[in-house]
């Protein structure tokens, strides 16, 4: 398996495919999705662990790597196979506390993954953009390929040392904290989804932890 660039590409349909029967089609994917959504019993919150988490401070910057542990909800895997992409999106800040004012935001950085399922190849595809790709698209954005659900999913619960802050911003001596924030990114999905998700426990895996910053020096 080979990591590349991906660059933004326009998507056109085929002469033989008119537009209204494009929307149709999305519009019957999003209800059926949609009444599953509201047929879904209510059950407790997708419980999310950040494992093998590490900070290294190499060189010109600060890097995090880790492993998010989560069990996905029966309601995801039916999205992903009936065509639905799943976006995930991992937050870190790191502030500077003040005495005289607000704590100062030194550092801000985000990861942002996508994943979907193609039913011709039956592969899987993830991508890997530093901002969210309803905003720019795939953008220059890292994809790579997977032949079963298993690597996929590897692929996008993993972090290898991602740069999260200059190592100009992080100082041993101040008091600094950093916070991190992993969630499914519902704003991404389609409206509809959008709207039928909110409130739905399945769709509901987060993470957030907020502790000082401490670096060995």
């Not at 010109?60 to 976006?87: N, V």
């Not at 101040?174 to 959008?194: E, G, H, V, W």
Request: charged share 20%.
């Amino acid at each position: 398996m080979t990591a590349f660039i991906t660059h933004c590409w326009r998507k056109f349909l085929h002469p033989e495919v008119s537009l209204a029967g494009h929307i149709r089609r999305t519009r019957s994917l999003c209800l059926a999705l949609l009444t599953t959504l509201c047929m879904g019993a209510a059950q407790a919150d997708t419980w999310v662990e950040l494992q093998d988490f590490k900070l290294e401070r190499q060189d010109a910057a600060l890097y995090m790597s880790g492993q998010w542990h989560f069990e996905l909800p029966p309601a995801l895997e039916d999205a992903l196979l009936k065509g639905i992409t799943l976006y995930f999106v991992t937050e870190v800040d790191i502030n500077q506390e003040r005495w005289y004012v607000y704590n100062q935001n030194v550092s801000h950085a985000e990861r942002h993954v996508r994943l979907f399922y193609q039913p011709l190849t039956r592969r899987w595809r993830v991508n890997i953009s530093p901002q969210p790709f309803n905003v720019g698209g795939l953008g220059m954005s890292l994809g790579q390929s997977y032949d079963t659900a298993d690597e996929a999913w590897s692929a996008v619960r993993r972090i290898v040392q991602w740069r999260i802050a200059n190592a100009s911003d992080v100082h041993l001596e101040a008091k600094q904290t950093i916070s991190i924030n992993f969630k499914l990114d519902l704003k991404q999905l389609p409206r509809p989804l959008q709207i039928g998700a909110t409130g739905q426990s399945d769709w509901n895996i987060g993470f957030s932890k907020s502790q000082r910053l401490e670096l060995t020096p």
